[in-house]
């Protein structure tokens, strides 16, 4: 089980394949085991980095409250202690909120920038409705069969759960495999709830791609759109029929476009 000591905790990682880095960074209650769909399609054009937030799965929790500025800090130590100087970063949801502090604080270390399903954070944040930010960030039920399942139709559309009952069951299997600690979501949650970096990101750097499923209900697209807009030349990828998930749902769609976007050709 490798693990590297990165802004003093020990991380979980893993690496698939080779040629330019390309670090993927998972949201809030998951971890590296959500790429599943993308390491077979990327890994045979990148050296693929997955990994674990601090306190998920096999990762050190450390001190707890942290910030995004702390999970971006880990992100970066790692890739340091891998000797990486440079790589894509692409991140999900919260995922998305650690990789802008990433390229906000070490704009050297992004080549190029993949923001998935995520917002700038802040008053100007377009939320969910109240019933489904209560389902997605209460720690009732936590690892449970009946939460899991609970919570499959805020991350994915009603037709991928009517259409693909094997793939549902497979999604729960490996959710109910990978238990959060209470202590662990409750750190993501405050930390995800005092994120801001509205008047920030105009100072991105990196080539930067923006995308969303047209039918997320947890972060609205609205979200993506204003964040496209506020990052200089930012180009901005909408998945139909797609959910928060749209890296599970429309894998094939979603991965073309991540691939296109770094230079990948059919």
């Not at 891998?82 to 919260?94: E, F, N, P, T």
């Amino acid at each position: 089980m490798p693990t590297v000591l990165a802004n003093g905790v020990r991380l979980y990682y893993e690496t698939h394949g080779t040629g330019a880095p390309l670090l993927l960074i998972a949201g809030l209650g998951v971890g590296s085991w959500i790429w599943y769909k993308q390491i077979p399609a990327f890994s045979p054009h990148f050296h693929t980095i997955v990994f674990d937030n601090r306190g998920i799965g096999a990762s050190e929790l450390g001190e707890a409250p942290f910030t995004m500025r702390t999970l971006a800090e880990d992100a970066a130590a790692l890739l340091g202690a891998l000797g990486i100087k440079r790589a894509h970063i692409l991140g999900a949801s919260m995922g998305g909120f650690i990789a802008q502090e990433l390229a906000l604080m070490y704009p050297a270390l992004v080549e190029r920038l993949v923001l998935v399903c995520t917002s700038f954070g802040g008053p100007n944040h377009i939320p969910a409705s109240p019933e489904i930010v209560h389902a997605f960030l209460s720690p009732e039920g936590l690892n449970t069969e009946e939460r899991v399942r609970a919570g499959l139709p805020i991350a994915v559309t009603p037709r991928f759960l009517a259409e693909h009952p094997d793939e549902v069951e497979d999604l729960v299997r490996r959710r109910l495999a990978h238990p959060v600690s209470e202590p662990t979501f409750l750190a993501q949650i405050q930390a995800v709830m005092a994120f801001d970096v509205e008047d920030r990101v105009p100072a991105l750097q990196a080539p930067t791609l923006v995308i969303t499923g047209d039918a997320d209900l947890l972060i609205p697209p609205e979200n993506s759109q204003n964040l496209a807009a506020r990052i200089p030349n930012a180009r901005l990828h909408i998945v139909e029929g797609a959910g928060h998930a749209v890296f599970i749902e429309q894998a094939d769609a979603f991965n073309r476009a991540v691939l296109e976007f770094l230079g990948v050709t059919a």
